[in-house]
């Protein structure tokens, strides 16, 4: 059991939630503080917009979602799911992938059939990382049997899929949650309203509070989280079928199996490309 993980998830919760009650309302919304600037003052489209900059609704929502996911998952799988989210802004390359793939495999089928050695170039030609791997390690070297080489490869693609399902999880999760601590942030602020007994600035303070935090976990949820966990499942799906596809050109090209046989294999990831090499091969 990750202690270390929970115990700083349920410290950092709580103060995170501490500070969205605790902290000053005249030191919580931005604009409020902007306004005191008479130099400042003046400035209406800027204030409009920094009414919805609140420090408390920022404490509670923000502070809170980030706590809660240390506490519901492991501390290192968590801090990998972080820095996978960079991930879901890179390109979807699954046709161009699976184009190189094709072309190169062609290729070492073709030495391999004919029992040449496949040179070093012939593996520095090989774009795709993975499959440059395991042709090296798996059959350039011969270091395996052919059981021992599926185990191999089938054990590392269900690794990864089990990884990147992980981090799809823990953003998921930071999508539910979210709007739990929103509607938290609500009850907070309508409580410290109910509180206020001084001027009606101040009413109104502790209602912004209610009412960002609100904004805040649906944003977070709707346009953030939500969109980045299906990215992230998506692009989970395009390297499992990459992956796959270079598990059967591995295979394939370990077994020695003709160009034809393999190129078949192969378009069934290519379609488009049955009539090419139909043609090049009747």
């Known amino acids: 059991m990750d202690k270390t993980g929970t115990l700083l998830g349920f410290l950092f919760g709580s103060i995170f939630i501490l500070l969205g009650i605790?902290?000053?309302?005249?030191?919580?919304?931005?604009?409020?503080?902007?306004?005191?600037?008479?130099?400042?003052?003046?400035?209406?489209?800027?204030?409009?917009?920094?009414?919805?900059?609140?420090?408390?609704?920022?404490?509670?929502?923000?502070?809170?979602?980030?706590?809660?996911?240390?506490?519901?998952?492991?501390?290192?799988?968590?801090?990998?799911?972080?820095?996978?989210?960079?991930?879901?802004?890179?390109?979807?390359?699954?046709?161009?992938?699976?184009?190189?793939?094709?072309?190169?495999?062609?290729k070492v089928a073709e030495k391999r059939f004919q029992g040449k050695r496949i040179s070093s170039d012939d593996l520095n030609s090989i774009t795709n990382p993975i499959m440059r791997r395991w042709i090296e390690a798996l059959i350039v070297r011969e270091q395996v049997s052919e059981e021992t080489l599926e185990e191999v490869i089938e054990s590392e693609i269900r690794m990864y899929d089990r990884q990147a399902e992980e981090e799809h999880e823990v953003i998921e999760f930071m999508s539910m949650t979210a709007p739990a601590f929103g509607m938290?942030?609500?009850?907070?602020?309508?409580?410290?309203?109910?509180?206020?007994?001084?001027?009606?600035?101040?009413v109104m303070q502790a209602m912004s509070v209610a009412m960002i935090t609100t904004l805040y976990g649906v944003i977070l949820a709707n346009l953030v989280f939500q969109p980045l966990a299906s990215k992230r499942k998506q692009l989970k799906d395009s390297h499992l079928v990459i992956m796959e596809m270079i598990s059967t050109c591995v295979k394939s090209i370990a077994k020695r199996e003709s160009p034809y046989t393999l190129l078949q294999e192969l378009a069934l990831y290519l379609p488009e490309k049955r009539l090419d090499f139909d043609h090049q091969y009747r």
């Open 22 to 106: 605790l902290w000053p309302s005249n030191w919580s919304n931005l604009a409020l503080i902007l306004e005191e600037n008479e130099s400042l003052a003046e400035l209406g489209a800027l204030i409009n917009l920094m009414r919805f900059v609140d420090v408390k609704s920022f404490f509670i929502v923000f502070g809170g979602t980030l706590s809660t996911v240390f506490i519901a998952f492991p501390i290192k799988r968590t801090l990998r799911s972080f820095k996978s989210i960079p991930k879901v802004f890179s390109s979807d390359t699954i046709d161009t992938e699976a184009q190189n793939i094709f072309e190169q495999s062609k």
């Open 184 to 202: 938290m942030g609500a009850v907070i602020g309508l409580v410290l309203m109910l509180a206020e007994t001084g001027s009606i600035r101040s």
